[in-house]
C-alpha cells in the first residue's frame, strides 16, 4: 500500500513531505479536542469495490513541448474507439486534435486547457489469454509552462501518468519540470519514448538521461524493431514476443513469437538489464537475482508494477504516435502497470479536529460518506462546469452536496462525464472516477461532501506570476470586462487582476507572455470586449533580509472618538513552503490578553494590506513572517480600523529596518539549434547575464539550459532567430526570484520615486 502523503521515492530529490494534509486545516480546527484521537477506521471495500476499481485507471500525459502528447493522445482515443478517426494537431484537414478543442488551441497548434475524457480498453492476458476490460480517464495536459497550473491540478487527481519524452531531444527543462511536480502529488509514471521514427532517434540515450537526469531508476521494457523511418515495432522483453501494428492507421496488433534474428541480441541484452534494473529496487527480483535463478515473465510483470507504483522505477516504452506504431502496448502498459484507486493511499483532514490530529484514511468505496475535489472550472456553454475528482463514496444526479470550505449545501443539478469540449449526462458516478457537474458555486481546489463528515482536502500548489501588463478596454467599458477578468481568475489561480491605485489602471498577470495574450484574445472572442494592453513588465518584488523588532503606536484624536492601537512583535525573512508555495505567514503569540482577541483578524488583515506594496519600488512584498508578540488598547478609542493602521504602519517601519531589496524573476530557458549555432546561442545568452547551468551536444544539434533575468529575456525570440537563421528554438520557465542587481534596484527605485513625486505634485 502506498502513502499518497509520505515521501515514496529514496530521499533523492523528493520535496514531498509527510502530513502534507496539515496544512489544509481551517479556521475550525481550532476545536479543543486532545491530540491523541484516533483517526476513524478507513471504510471496507466490498469485493464488488475491488473487482470495480481493479479495471479503473486515472491517468494523464504530461511533457515537454511538442514531445507529441495530444497527437498520442488521439491515437490512444481511436485505438480505443473513443473517435472514429484521426485528425492531425495543426493537421491538413483543418479538424485539429480532439483534445485541442479551443479554437485558440488548434490555430496555435498548442494545448492550453487540460482537457479530460474517457475510454475503455481490453486488454488480453499474455499470461493466460485472459480478456479484461478497463476503464481509462485521461487528462491531456499542456506543454507549455505558461499554462503550468493545468498540470498541476491535472497531477492533483490523477492515480499515474505517462511521461512523453522525444526519442531525440530526451529529458528536456520541462520534462524536469513535470517530473517535480509528478513528484509533489506522488503520482507514479511509466516513460514513453515518442518519435521514434525521427531520424537521429536514440531510446537508450534517453533511458540513461532518466536515470541520470531525473534520478529514477528506468529501464526499457520494449526495443524496436527497424530504426528511424523503417521502425515498425517492438519486442516485448517481459513476455518475449515481437508486436507489430498493421492495416489502416495500425488498427491491427499483429503479436508474434518470433523475434526478428537483427534485435536477438539487442533484446537479450535490454532484457539482462531490464532484470538487473528490477533487482536494485524490488525485493523479489533482488533474491532471485542474488541466487542466479531467472525471474519468470510473469514475476518480471509483477515486479514492475510493485516498482512502478511505488515510485522506485519507471518502465519506459517506445513508440512513434503519428506513425501510428506501438500505442497499443503503451495502453497495456498503463493497465499492467499504473496503480487503480485502490493502491493508492489518500488523506483528508477532519477540520473538526485539531490541525495536528492524524489525517483521515480515505477509501474509495462506494458505500462510504461522499468526499470529491473540484479540481477545475471552466465556464461553459451551459453555466459553470466543475470537474470533480470523486475518492470516497458515490455521486448522484440531484444529490444535496456540502462545500467543506464555504459550509454551502447546493445541489447537483446535472452530472456529466466529459470527452474533451462533449459531454454525457450520466445518473450517477462511483469513488476513483472523474466527472463534471453543473451549475455549482465553488472555487478551484474545494472539497465536497455529504455533509456527514467535515473532510477537507489539501489544495494545489500555486506558483507566483512572473510578468504583468496593465489593460483597458478600447472604447467604452462594458461590463462584460470585469465580468471576463473575473470568471479567468476564478478558473485559474495564477492569473491574478488588481487596480494599482497610484495608476487606476488594471493589472493583469500570469505565468508568461503567451498566458496573459491568451486572456486577452479570449476577452475578445469570448466576450466581444477588445483591449489595449500596455508593455509587458516583469513581476519584481520586495523582500526583506534580516529580521527587525517594531513596537507602533497609532494615536489619533480629531475631536470625536479617537483612534489607539499599540502593537508590537519583529518581522523576519521567510523561505518559501516548497509545498505550496507560500512564503507569508502571520503569526499571533500574544499571551495575557495585551490586545483582545476580537481585534486580531484586523492586524492580520493590516499586516496582508501592507503586503500589497513595498516602499521600495511598489511591488507586493514575499518571504516575510510577522510575529505579533505585545500590544495595547483603549477600552474607548481602540477599534478594528486602528488596530489595522497601526500594523500597516508598524509593518513599513520594520520593513525598512530589516534591509529590505528588490527580488526579480530568474528563469531557466533552454535552447536546442543546431550544432553550428552553438557559439552564437551561448554568447547572446551572456550578453543577457544568463548563468549557462547545462549543455549537451547531440549528432547535429545541441540543447543549452541557462539561468537569465526575465528582465533581461525581452526580445529573445527575434535575436534567437537572427543567430541561427530561424532554426534555434527556445522555451523558459519560471525558476525563482533572486535579488536584483544594485543598479536595477536602484533604478527601480529611482523610477518609483519619481512616479510618486508626479503624482503628489
Ligand atoms: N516525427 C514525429 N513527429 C511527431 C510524433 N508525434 C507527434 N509529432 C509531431 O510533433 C509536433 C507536436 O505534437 P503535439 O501532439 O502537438 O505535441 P504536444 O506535446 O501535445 O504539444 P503541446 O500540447 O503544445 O505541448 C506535431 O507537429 C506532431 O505532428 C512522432 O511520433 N513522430
Known amino acids: 500500500m502506498l502513502s499518497r502523503g509520505c515521501s515514496r521515492f529514496t530521499p533523492l530529490l523528493s520535496p514531498w513531505r509527510p502530513h502534507r494534509w496539515r496544512r489544509a486545516a481551517s479556521a475550525a480546527a481550532a476545536v479543543a479536542i486532545p491530540d491523541d484521537v484516533p483517526p476513524p477506521p478507513k471504510h471496507q471495500l466490498t469485493d464488488t469495490d475491488l473487482k470495480r476499481l481493479a479495471f479503473q485507471r486515472n491517468i494523464g500525459v504530461s511533457a515537454h513541448i511538442d514531445s507529441g502528447k495530444t497527437t498520442l493522445t488521439e491515437r490512444i482515443l481511436f485505438y480505443t474507439g473513443r473517435i472514429r478517426d484521426i485528425h492531425e494537431v495543426r493537421g491538413r484537414d483543418s479538424v485539429g486534435a480532439k483534445m485541442d478543442s479551443m479554437d485558440l488551441e488548434r490555430e496555435k497548434g498548442i494545448t492550453i486547457q487540460s482537457a479530460a475524457t474517457f475510454c475503455d480498453w481490453e486488454t488480453t492476458s499474455p499470461a493466460d489469454g485472459s480478456k479484461h476490460k478497463y476503464a481509462i480517464n485521461i487528462i491531456d495536459t499542456p506543454g507549455h509552462v505558461d499554462f503550468t497550473i493545468e498540470v498541476e491540478r491535472a497531477l492533483r487527481v490523477l492515480d499515474g501518468a505517462i511521461l512523453v519524452l522525444c526519442a531525440v531531444a530526451g529529458v528536456q527543462s520541462q520534462t524536469t519540470t513535470v517530473d517535480r511536480q509528478m513528484r509533489r502529488y506522488g503520482v507514479p509514471r511509466i516513460s514513453f519514448v515518442n518519435k521514434m521514427d525521427r531520424p537521429g532517434a536514440n531510446p537508450w540515450r534517453i533511458v540513461s538521461q532518466i536515470r541520470s537526469k531525473l534520478r529514477i531508476p528506468a529501464a526499457a521494457v520494449q526495443v524496436p524493431i527497424g530504426v528511424e523511418d523503417g521502425f515498425k515495432g517492438v519486442v516485448d522483453l517481459v513476455y518475449w514476443r515481437a508486436i507489430y501494428n498493421e492495416g489502416q492507421k495500425g488498427i491491427d496488433v499483429v503479436v508474434s513469437e518470433e523475434i526478428p534474428a537483427d534485435v536477438l541480441e539487442l533484446a537479450k541484452e535490454k532484457r539482462t538489464e531490464l532484470i538487473e534494473q528490477l533487482a536494485e529496487v524490488d525485493e523479489e527480483i533482488g533474491e532471485l537475482f542474488l541466487m542466479d535463478e531467472q525471474p519468470s515473465n510473469d514475476q518480471i510483470a509483477a515486479a514492475i508494477r510493485r516498482s512502478t507504483i511505488g515510485l522506485k522505477f519507471s518502465p519506459v516504452f517506445l513508440g512513434s504516435a503519428i506513425k501510428n506504431t506501438a500505442v497499443q502496448p503503451l ?27 492524524d489525517p483521515v484514511p480515505l477509501s474509495p468505496a462506494a458505500a462510504a460518506p461522499l468526499v470529491g475535489l473540484a479540481f477545475k472550472l471552466e465556464e461553459g456553454r451551459f453555466g459553470q462546469l466543475t470537474y470533480m475528482r470523486v475518492y470516497q463514496g458515490s455521486l448522484k444526479k440531484s444529490n444535496l452536496i456540502y462545500n467543506a470550505r464555504t459550509g454551502k449545501k447546493v445541489k447537483v443539478p446535472r452530472l456529466v ?4 469540449n462533449e459531454m454525457e449526462d450520466i445518473e450517477s458516478i462511483g469513488p476513483g472516477e472523474i466527472c463534471a457537474i453543473f451549475g455549482v458555486e465553488c472555487s478551484s481546489g474545494d472539497t465536497f461532501t455529504d455533509g456527514s463528515t467535515s473532510f477537507s482536502m489539501t489544495s494545489m500548489f500555486v506558483p507566483e506570476p512572473v510578468i504583468s501588463l496593465a489593460i483597458k478596454a478600447n472604447g467604452i467599458e462594458t461590463p462584460n470586462f470585469s465580468r471576463a477578468l473575473n470568471r479567468f481568475q476564478k478558473e485559474d489561480p495564477t ?28 476577452m475578445r472572442r469570448e466576450y466581444n470586449v477588445d483591449c489595449a494592453t500596455g508593455k509587458p513588465r516583469v513581476a519584481f518584488r520586495e523582500t526583506i533580509s534580516k529580521r527587525a523588532d517594531f513596537t507602533y503606536v497609532h494615536k489619533k484624536q480629531t475631536g470625536g472618538a479617537g483612534q489607539y492601537a499599540k502593537v508590537a512583535g519583529y518581522i523576519e525573512p521567510m523561505e518559501m513552503d516548497p509545498e505550496t508555495g507560500k512564503d507569508v505567514m502571520f503569526e499571533n503569540v500574544i499571551m495575557g490578553g495585551t490586545i483582545p482577541s476580537n481585534y486580531i483578524p484586523a492586524i492580520e488583515k493590516g499586516f496582508y494590506e501592507a503586503l500589497e506594496k513595498g516602499t521600495l519600488t511598489g511591488n507586493p512584498i514575499s518571504g516575510v513572517r510577522f510575529v505579533l508578540k505585545d500590544g495595547g488598547y483603549h477600552i474607548v478609542d481602540s477599534s478594528e480600523l486602528a488596530f489595522r493602521n497601526a500594523t500597516i504602519g508598524a509593518f513599513r517601519e520594520a520593513f525598512r529596518a530589516a534591509s529590505a531589496i528588490v527580488l526579480e524573476p530568474i528563469m531557466k ?14 554568447s547572446g545568452l551572456n550578453t543577457r547575464r544568463g548563468t549557462i547551468v547545462d549543455s549537451e551536444v547531440r549528432d547535429d544539434e545541441f540543447t543549452a539550459i541557462a539561468d537569465v533575468a526575465l528582465n533581461d529575456m525581452f526580445g529573445y525570440s ?18 525563482l526570484h533572486a ?13 518609483y520615486k519619481k512616479a510618486l513625486a508626479a503624482k503628489n505634485k
Open 331 to 357: 495502453l497495456d502498459g498503463v493497465c499492467a502497470y499504473l496503480p487503480n484507486p485502490s493502491e493508492l493511499d489518500v488523506v483528508a483532514h477532519d477540520t473538526t479536529l485539531p490541525v495536528t490530529a
Open 417 to 420: 462525464r466529459m470527452h474533451s
Open 495 to 522: 492569473f491574478r487582476v488588481h487596480l494599482d491605485q497610484e495608476s487606476k489602471e488594471t493589472i493583469i498577470s500570469g505565468m508568461g507572455e503567451l498566458h496573459l495574450e491568451i486572456y486577452v484574445e479570449r
Open 669 to 682: 530557458v533552454e535552447v536546442v539549434a543546431p550544432g553550428e549555432f552553438q557559439s552564437n546561442v551561448i
Open 718 to 735: 527575434n535575436q534567437l532567430r537572427g543567430s541561427t537563421q530561424g532554426k534555434g528554438e527556445f522555451s523558459m520557465e519560471y525558476k
Open 739 to 751: 535579488p536584483a542587481l544594485p543598479h536595477l534596484q536602484m533604478e527601480l527605485e529611482n523610477a
